[in-house]
């Protein structure tokens, strides 16, 4: 953490909070402050898409349903934008038809934060940009363990001849020895898969599963002593696709899945994983278009300042 006192939330009383521009959660660009702690980074690219597009303008309807986002968690008794410098740090940019180049972008941009001690809330995009995050992530701090929010599994192999799409970072990391094989979690899974060999495969990627339909049965306490003896100690990356939940509450995303988390067990959940190394984490799959009254850009505001909260109770912030 820099040794400046961290620059907050805009404080401006002859602005209202719908006024002005739309940083996240109305917090400094990274330009505006020497150092960041926590970086929330952009990222507009849905090319790896296989259902619905548009996740691409993900990231602004974000940043504009973050106006409301307050300084003070009051279930983790934390200020999470006091206790270390926030920023806004823009958005990558990336290009919509050239995908290993767009990768390449956005694996370069994290680096560059990773490289100066920032840790990343990536907003998505579809799912494709976990992998280049996952990357710089464990460029810095070696293999790492995974939990992820997902009505999927994101551990397949290829879609229409491309090997790097948004159903599959997960294995595609777990090939490149970036994840910690014994301390991968999956959480909320329940999408259709064509073959049980998926579930096999998803194995091999080092993947436990824990299934949405298992909150209807467990306590969210119990889930969450799951999850943390999994993890174990080791350096946490967080990845949630915003389909996690239910498209009751999460309708604007690129292939839902009936049957889903409500928001408030997600919440009660995350809330959980006080403590932990959290080393970097993404919010992905938002696509407006698809959206009502605004609820998954809320949803997924409010999920990365969950993120952001526990970061700051991260052990080894």
Request: include cysteine; glycine fraction near 10%.
């Amino acid at each position: 953490m820099g040794n400046s006192t961290p620059v907050g939330q805009r404080n401006d009383p002859e602005m209202s909070r719908y006024g002005g521009i739309a940083t996240f959660a109305l917090l400094p660009r990274a330009d505006e402050v020497t150092h960041a702690d926590v970086a929330v980074l952009g990222i507009p690219f849905d090319g790896g898409t296989s259902f619905r597009p548009g996740a691409r303008f993900g990231p602004a309807h974000i940043r504009e349903n973050s106006r409301q986002l307050h300084p003070y968690h009051q279930f983790l008794d934390v200020f999470p934008f006091d206790s270390q410098q926030v920023v806004d740090a823009g958005d990558v940019a990336v290009g919509p038809y050239d995908v290993p180049r767009a990768i390449t972008a956005m694996e370069t941009a994290a680096r560059r934060l990773v490289e100066q001690g920032t840790r990343i809330v990536a907003l998505g995009g579809d799912h494709t940009v976990a992998l280049p995050l996952l990357r710089a992530a464990a460029a810095a701090h070696g293999p790492l363990a995974v939990l992820h929010f997902d009505a999927h599994l994101d551990t397949w192999d290829t879609c229409h001849g491309a090997s790097v799409w948004h159903g599959s970072p997960f294995r595609r990391a777990a090939e490149e020895g970036i994840l910690d094989l014994d301390h991968c979690q999956h959480v909320g899974t329940r999408g259709g898969i064509y073959d049980p060999s998926e579930l096999a495969d998803d194995r091999e990627a080092g993947f436990e599963i824990i299934s949405s339909e298992e909150f209807q049965d467990q306590k969210v306490s119990d889930i969450v002593a799951r999850i943390r003896r999994r993890l174990g100690a080791r350096p946490v990356y967080i990845s949630v696709d915003i389909d996690v939940l239910d498209p009751a509450h999460a309708p604007a995303t690129g292939t839902p899945e009936v049957g889903g988390l409500a928001t408030r067990e997600f919440f009660r959940t995350l809330r959980g994983l006080s403590g932990l190394n959290i080393v970097g984490c993404d919010v992905v799959e938002v696509a407006p278009a698809y959206d009502h009254g605004d609820i998954t850009g809320l949803a997924a505001a409010h999920t990365a300042w969950e993120l952001i909260s526990l970061i700051a109770l991260s052990e080894n912030r």
